[in-house]
């Protein structure tokens, strides 16, 4: 495994210890599946989330739950805490778009 500059991203990549540097980001099996050749696709956002693609279709809560992870997981903490109901769940979450609404709540939060 490479190091990321990215905490967030580390631990991600810590727990797929197959994974190779791939242009800008990083393949590696899917653990979601059984996977002959890499498929998944993990890189970081440049606000510090992880970005998760599997090309095989995986749901991102299989791939995550794969890993031992949630999906508040693949974001840095502040955004998290931004999306955050009382109870410390995530909420308003979109299967598909949790990144994009993740992203707007933390800075919806900071306004």
């Given at each position: 495994?490479?190091?990321?500059p990215n ?9 797929l210890?197959?994974?190779?540097r ?17 498929s ?9 989330r ?6 095989a ?26 999306g ?7 909420s ?18 900071e306004a």
């Open positions: 495994m490479n190091s990321a905490p967030v991203l580390a631990r991600v990549l810590e727990r210890p197959s994974a190779q791939s242009g800008s980001g990083w393949m590696a099996r899917c653990p979601a599946h059984e996977d002959r050749r890499p998944l696709s993990i890189s970081g956002g440049d606000d510090g992880v970005l998760l693609k599997c090309y279709n995986c749901d991102v809560n299989a791939i995550t739950a794969a890993l031992g992870l949630e999906l508040r997981d693949l974001f840095p903490p502040v955004a998290v805490a931004a955050m109901d009382a109870a410390g769940v995530l308003k979450i979109v299967p598909g778009r949790t990144a994009q609404l993740q992203l707007h709540w933390a800075a919806d939060a």
